[in-house]
C-alpha cells in the first residue's frame, strides 16, 4: 500500500524558514517523480514544485521560484521542501504527491502539513 | 502560464441526474497532460482521470472526459451521493503545472 507522510508544518514569522519533509512507503521510490501542491485555507489546489525520480530535474511554481527548494533523499525514501523567506500568502496545508508518470497526474497524496505564516 | 478556468462555480443537481463539468484553458493543452481530481471536505485531493481518458484505480465509469485543445468536460453519468465534492482540472505546459479553481458540486 502507498503511504505518503508529511512532517514539518507549523508556524513561522514572516521572513522565516521552515523544511517538510514527506516520507515514502510502499513503492520504489526512486522509479518516481514527486510533487508538492499546497492549499490555503478554504481556496483550491496550487502547484508549487516537482523534482524527477533521480533528483535531477526540478520546476518551481513562480510564486515560490528563488524562495523554496525541493530535494529528495532515495535512500531514505523522503522529499524535502525547502521553504525560506516565508510570506503571509504561503499559509496553505502543504500535500506531498507521487506522479504517476512525469510530470502529471498525481496518483497518490499525503494527508498534508499545515503552514501557518504569522506574526 | 496556462490559466484553467473551470464553471459553473457551483452545481447544485440531485443524485441520479447527469453532471457536467467544464474546464477552458487559456491555451491549448495536450489531453495527454490533462488530469481531473475530487476533493472531499477535510480529505486529500483523489485522482479521478487522465490523460485522454483513463481513469485511475478504483473510479467507476460513471466518471468519463472528454474534449481537446482548449475545452474539455468532465462528465458523471449518473450522480452518487458520494460523487457531491469539489473538482479540480490540472494540466501541464511550459514546464509548469496548474489546476482550475474548482467546481463545487452540491446536493440540490
Known amino acids: 500500500e502507498v503511504q505518503l507522510v508529511e512532517s514539518g508544518g507549523g508556524l513561522v514569522q514572516p521572513g522565516g524558514s521552515l523544511r517538510l519533509s514527506c516520507t515514502a512507503s510502499g513503492f520504489t521510490f526512486n522509479n518516481y517523480a514527486m510533487t508538492w501542491v499546497r492549499q490555503a485555507p478554504g481556496k483550491g489546489l496550487e502547484w508549487v514544485s516537482s523534482v524527477s525520480g533521480n533528483g535531477g530535474t526540478t520546476y518551481d511554481a513562480d510564486s515560490v521560484k528563488g524562495r523554496f527548494t525541493i530535494s529528495r533523499d532515495n535512500s531514505k525514501n523522503m522529499v524535502f521542501l525547502q521553504m525560506n523567506s516565508l510570506r503571509a500568502e504561503d499559509t496553505a496545508i502543504y500535500y506531498c504527491?507521487?506522479?504517476?508518470?512525469?510530470?502529471?497526474?498525481?496518483?497518490?497524496w499525503g494527508q498534508g502539513t499545515l503552514v501557518t505564516v504569522s506574526s | 502560464e496556462i490559466v484553467l478556468t473551470q464553471s459553473p462555480g457551483t452545481l447544485s443537481l440531485s443524485p441520479g441526474e447527469r453532471a457536467t463539468l467544464s474546464c477552458r484553458a487559456s491555451?491549448?493543452?495536450?489531453?495527454?497532460?490533462l488530469a481531473w481530481y475530487q476533493q472531499k471536505p477535510g480529505q486529500s485531493p483523489r485522482l479521478l482521470i487522465y490523460?485522454?481518458?483513463s481513469r485511475a484505480t478504483g473510479i467507476p465509469d460513471r466518471f468519463s472526459v472528454s474534449g481537446s485543445g482548449t475545452d474539455f468536460t468532465l462528465t458523471i453519468s449518473r450522480l452518487e451521493p458520494e460523487d457531491f465534492a469539489v473538482y479540480y482540472c490540472?494540466?501541464?505546459?511550459?514546464?509548469?503545472?496548474?489546476f482550475g479553481q474548482g467546481t463545487r458540486l452540491e446536493i440540490k
Open positions: 504527491a507521487q506522479v504517476k508518470k512525469w510530470p502529471i497526474p498525481l496518483d497518490y
Open positions: 491555451q491549448s493543452v495536450s489531453s495527454s497532460y
Open positions: 490540472q494540466q501541464y505546459g511550459s514546464s509548469a503545472i496548474t
Open positions: 490523460g485522454a481518458s
